[in-house]
Nanobody
């Protein structure tokens, strides 16, 4: 099956840095948008950063100038480099990819579009 797996979360001090990684596995044909979202306790999920297949990027205002999203098509991966971390950045970070995958369950090559989410990786920033 096709799935996303995140890594790189953990504990950091204010002003420190962390880099999150997300890799897709399975019969991936193409990946369009790759994005990172986050959700803090008691708050709604929010978009942190997004990168399109043409490598155009979009950042939340809170992330601009501090976070950098990059994609590696060969590795089917997306990274989020986070610097100058603040306690407000503490959250569960989720990777999302809009992709096309190949399904051969019925003996034919069937291309399907899907929006996939990772299981989340926790980031905690101490003051």
């Amino acid at each position: 099956q096709v799935q996303l797996v995140e890594s790189g979360g953990g504990l950091a001090q204010a002003g420190g840095s962390l880099t999150l990684s997300c890799a897709a596995s399975g019969n991936i044909y193409a990946i369009n948008d790759m994005a990172w979202y986050r959700q803090a306790p008691g708050k709604q999920r929010e978009l942190v950063a997004l990168v399109t297949r043409s490598k155009s990027t979009n950042y939340a205002d809170s992330a601009k100038g501090r976070f950098t999203i990059t994609r590696d098509n060969a590795k089917k991966a997306v990274n989020l480099e986070m610097t100058s971390l603040q306690p407000a950045d503490s959250a569960i970070y989720y990777c999302k990819m809009n992709l096309t995958w190949l399904n051969s369950a019925w003996g034919t090559l069937d291309y399907r579009n899907a929006e996939l989410w990772g299981q989340g990786t926790s980031v905690t920033v101490s003051s």
